[in-house]
């Protein structure tokens, strides 16, 4: 993603901070999600499925504003075997979260956070689709709005640049909680500031996050500086099998790799950044066998694939550089298919 040309021309003071990076969404779209939320009681909150630090921390991060306006929240992610992955255990606030289960069957209002569709609301969807009002909060280029109002802004680095214009928006002010819920969602999403998608308004609403006395170090080792003993056997595993073909890098981790060492799937969210170090590859994908026996494939691009087009016309979705979708073939078949799409991209 090329750095957007607007951020380079200017230097945002503290006050323009509230609109720095958001332009893509109109200021209509702001003000009728500022009504609809004042007018609600209850709002239900939804990230996608096996949420990342950027969807659970947006998420949480917007859920602290609202409860101290006095809405009652509550907030979910529609996975079947709901737990939030271990190394988003530190982030604040999960007392708002409930399975889905005792999520609201029909809410008046509810806003998802950096889902790129609708099915990746998994077990939250006939919410949904029975929500009177879904606003839906999201920086990913496909997403084409399956809600009632969007805002959505593909230039924004991570869901959570979003989030905190609507924190100030709605009258909140950034606090240690909330600061760490953004900042878990902005260095997921910018590889701690490492993509391209790093500009200067990543850093100046870094330079606001950190300002609140957050511990970038604490919250660095339990993002990715920490793992059980199991997830190195299994990393052994996958890359002993790991396949350099042309400039594609590729390998795969079944469950049953995992169950050997009792890791959980989520333990796998870093391998793809160990195989896409890869000097002689251009792509990098791992497949990545899920609870239920699907491959959950991640895919990452040096620049000059567009990954999250070959992933879009294989039923997923993403970024230039990063993306990924979901697979019920075998791996040989899995890989046959992608290989087919990446020929054409
Ligand atoms: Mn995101």
Known sequence: MTPDVRDRAERPSRADARTAGSRAIPEAAWDRAVQLIGQADEIALSCHVTPDGDALGSMLAVGFVLRSM??????????????????????????????????????????????????????????????????????????????????????????????????YRLGGRLDRDIATCLYAGLVTDTGSFKYSSTTPAVHQMAARLVATGLRTDEIARELWDRSPFGYLK??????????????????????????????????????????????????AVVLKEDDQGAWQVSTRSKGAVDVG?????????????????????????????????????
């Open 309 to 345: 087009a070959v992933c879009a016309a294989l039923g997923g979705g993403g970024h230039h550089n990063a993306a990924g979708y979901t697979s019920h073939d075998s791996v040989e078949e899995t890989m046959a298919k992608f290989r087919r799409e990446l020929g054409k991209a």
């Open 70 to 167: 006095g809405k009652r929240v509550v907030a979910s992610f529609g996975d079947s075997h709901f737990a939030v992955p271990r190394l988003l255990r530190f982030l604040p606030g999960q007392e708002m979260l409930v399975p889905p289960a005792d999520y609201p069957a029909a809410p008046d209002l509810m806003i998802t956070f950096d889902a790129s569709t609708f099915e990746r609301l998994g077990l939250l969807r006939e919410s949904t689709a029975r929500a009177r009002e879904v606003i839906v909060v999201d920086h990913h280029p496909s997403n084409e709005g399956f809600g009632t109002l969007s805002l959505i802004d593909s230039t924004a680095a991570a869901t959570a640049m979003l989030a905190e214009q609507l924190v």
């Open 234 to 283: 299994v990393l052994a595993g996958a890359l002993d099998r790991v396949t350099l073909e042309g400039e594609l890098v590729w390998t795969y981790v079944t469950r049953v790799d995992r169950a050997a060492y009792g890791l959980p799937y989520a333990e796998l969210e870093g391998l793809i950044d160990i195989v896409r170090r890869t000097d002689e590859a251009q792509v």
